[in-house]
């Protein structure tokens, strides 16, 4: 996964052409699909006007360098309608409020990863949240769980800070797992005083059974009484 800020300033290469036809100056966002519908390719003096490029026509994203086909690929925004109006909405991410369907406030989009290969967007690095006393930091939310990509908001589904991957003083780890975790062990405690209170009531009734059954045997000292009738029976005989 490539974050977005990777890819400004990248060079743009056509293959067919071996020429370089500018950089990637900013990425135009198709809201619907949650990724990236183009590039806008800041000219640098190749062409006059803007221009953009069709991110399906996009070859490959390396570190160095953006590449396609043909130079034709790179093409102004008016003779591409179906991506006007996204170019005109100029959607962004960053910097945008991360709600939940419940009206919780995650934090702000501080980045977001791109799936270089399709230009889907994998997920989004939140900053600047506390939720419920324990994230504070940084999170990151996979965008399965956006349902809406706004200009002011971003929203997320209900319930969905339980699948944030955290990251507070250097700990990173699944939300959803501490959660889970914690649930445990509660209910393993709860279980054991249940053991220990149920054992304390049935101690109380085990004892004076055992009781019962030794104090008798303690009273008939049958041992005793035939030590006496054998010292009776030596006498006799010496008298």
Same mark, same amino acid.
């Given at each position: 996964?490539k974050p977005s800020r990777k890819f400004l300033s990248l060079p743009i290469i056509s293959l067919q052409e071996g020429q370089q036809? +500018?950089?990637?100056?900013?990425?135009?966002?198709?809201?619907?699909?949650?990724? =990236?519908?183009?590039?806008?390719?800041?000219?640098?003096?190749?062409?006059?006007?803007?221009?953009?490029?069709?991110?399906?026509?996009?070859?490959?994203?390396?570190?160095?360098?953006?590449?396609?086909?043909?130079?034709?690929?790179?093409?102004? $925004?008016?003779?591409?309608?179906? =991506?006007?109006? =996204?170019?005109?909405?100029?959607?962004?991410?960053?910097g945008t409020k991360m709600v939940t369907e419940t009206g919780k406030t995650l934090g702000t989009a501080d980045e977001y990863y791109?799936?270089?290969?399709?230009?889907?967007?994998?997920?989004?690095?939140?900053?600047?949240?506390? =939720?419920? +006393? @324990?994230?504070?930091?940084?999170?990151?939310?996979?965008?399965?769980?956006?349902?809406?990509? +706004?200009?002011?908001?971003?929203v997320i589904q209900k319930g969905s800070e339980n699948a944030l991957t955290v990251s507070d003083k250097g700990l990173s780890d699944?939300?959803?797992?501490?959660?889970?975790?914690?649930?445990?062990?509660?209910?393993?405690?709860?279980? $054991?005083?249940?053991?220990? @209170?149920?054992?304390?009531?049935?101690?109380?009734? $085990?004892?004076?059974?055992?009781?019962?059954?030794?104090?008798?045997?303690?009273?008939?000292?049958?041992?005793?009484?035939?030590?006496?009738?054998?010292?009776?029976?030596?006498?006799?005989?010496?008298?």
């Open positions: 996964m036809l +500018g950089y990637v100056k900013s990425l135009i966002l198709n809201a619907g699909t949650k990724s =990236l519908a183009a590039i806008v390719v800041d000219p640098k003096g190749f062409f006059k006007d803007q221009r953009i490029i069709p991110y399906s026509k996009v070859v490959s994203v390396g570190d160095d360098a953006i590449t396609i086909n043909k130079e034709s690929h790179v093409e102004k $925004t008016s003779s591409l309608p179906e =991506l006007l109006d =996204l170019v005109k909405e100029k959607l962004t991410i960053i791109v799936d270089p290969s399709t230009g889907k967007i994998t997920q989004i690095e939140i900053s600047g949240g506390k =939720l419920e +006393g @324990f994230l504070n930091g940084k999170a990151w939310i996979s965008a399965e769980y956006i349902t809406t990509i +706004g200009h002011d908001v971003i699944s939300f959803k797992n501490l959660i889970h975790t914690t649930s445990n062990l509660a209910s393993e405690k709860t279980h $054991t005083i249940s053991n220990y @209170f149920k054992k304390e009531r049935v101690k109380p009734q $085990t004892a004076p059974e055992k009781a019962a059954i030794i104090f008798p045997e303690t009273q008939v000292i049958s041992p005793t009484e035939q030590t006496v009738s054998e010292i009776t029976t030596t006498k006799d005989p010496l008298g």
